[in-house]
């Protein structure tokens, strides 16, 4: 959507907007710069004002950074209940997110930031959106993100379960929790009798847990993902490990034609809304792709063959989903629990006491479940 705009220094400007959040065009901007007071930068963006930078781009990050602070002097209210809690905590995210997203940049037709001091974001900016059209747009959180997610895809995330570094592109969810690939590395694979193993890895994401299968042996794998951009990031990591005659990534859709002996998911396990396509692979509503998964199982399952769920049990910790609801579920779809292997997080935040859902998270337990027809 195109937006032309002039500020109230009556400087006429022309860009296409640009929000991965679906976040609406500004309606009212103003210009703003190395004079300006982060207390009026923060009261003006909460007031729904959008801040267009002018000034250098190294203050504009520290603008960024005060503004951030204001928005958490505010405390989370916590809720009688952890649902309500988590709910509460998503609304302030939401606030701050909206917030912050009122400082916006501009970005030429080749993708330049025509600012003091501002870095070459042109790589970064193609890998995300693609081949530059006409100027562009958006909030400076955004770009920070998409600059962050350039660094990930050249350095790479170590996979020690792969011996190997997967590539992570912009609004894929890398693998930087390891629990969920090792529960797939260490899980005993299905008896076959002998003859050649096939698996398909649903919502596969950066590739990885295909890549996993295929180290561990099984022949043929299919890997599926519904968003083109996790589509494209798999078929780089695939090829980069030299799997490309073992590993086919298809798509859009969560099953492919067929069935298989192994079929591995790993679905989103918050059930409800995300705020970006990077969210996609941990909030999912209603727990649609864990429904479909469950439903479509059993006419895919080659006889003797096993579906892996790999799932967080934190929904259940914030009242969100119950365990006797996933059990029912499993039921319901005619499939039956062969065993279950559990792990504890190892991420940061799960010992953070700081974080309003801190006891939830330290309460968290990802498993496989072991699921047979």
């Not at 703003?32 to 781009?57: S, V």
């Not at 501009?106 to 042109?122: C, E, G, H, K, S």
């Not at 063959?305 to 029912?328: F, K, N, P």
């Not at 990802?366 to 699921?371: F, G, I, N, Q, V």
Request: hydrophobic content about 40%.
């Amino acid at each position: 959507m195109s937006t032309d705009h002039r500020t109230e220094t009556s400087t006429p400007f022309s860009a296409q907007w640009h929000s991965e959040s679906a976040t609406p065009p500004p309606g009212r901007v103003i210009e703003a710069d190395d004079r300006m007071k982060a207390d009026t930068a923060y009261r003006l963006a909460c007031e729904g004002t959008a801040l267009l930078w002018r000034g250098d781009f190294h203050n504009a990050r520290q603008l960024l950074q005060a503004m951030r602070r204001r928005c958490d002097r505010k405390p989370v209210r916590h809720g009688a209940d952890s649902a309500e809690s988590f709910h509460l905590h998503r609304r302030a995210r939401g606030h701050r997110a909206r917030v912050l997203g009122r400082l916006i940049v501009l970005l030429d037709n080749d993708y330049r930031v025509n600012l003091r001091r501002a870095p070459d974001v042109r790589a970064a900016c193609i890998e995300a959106y693609g081949p530059p059209a006409q100027p562009m747009a958006l909030a400076l959180t955004e770009l920070l993100g998409v600059m962050g997610a350039h660094r990930w895809r050249v350095t790479g995330v170590a996979v020690p379960a792969l011996g190997a570094r997967i590539h992570p592109h912009y609004g894929v969810f890398s693998p930087v929790r390891g629990e969920y690939v090792d529960l797939v590395a260490r899980a005993p694979l299905p008896e076959l009798g002998g003859r050649r193993r096939t698996a398909f890895d649903l919502g596969t994401g950066t590739g990885v847990l295909a890549a996993v299968l295929a180290r561990r042996g099984i022949e043929h794998i299919v890997a599926t993902d519904i968003s083109p951009r996790a589509l494209a990031c798999a078929r780089e990591n695939i090829g980069r490990l030299d799997y490309n005659r073992r590993i086919e990534v298809t798509g859009p859709w969560l099953f492919p034609d067929g069935s298989a002996d192994l079929i591995v998911c790993n679905p989103p396990w918050i059930p409800a809304r995300p705020t970006s396509a990077v969210e996609q692979g941990v909030y999912d509503p209603d727990g649609a792709m864990l429904r479909d998964f469950l439903a479509g199982l059993t006419t895919h399952l080659e006889p003797g063959g096993e579906g892996w769920l790999v799932l967080s049990d934190l929904a259940e910790h914030l009242g969100l989903r119950t365990r006797e609801d996933l059990l029912s579920r499993i039921r319901t779809a005619g499939l039956h629990v062969v065993d279950r292997i559990d792990t504890r997080p190892r991420h940061p935040r799960a010992s953070d006491t700081t974080d309003p859902l801190h006891v939830a998270r330290a309460a968290e337990v990802t498993s496989l479940w072991r699921l047979t027809g």
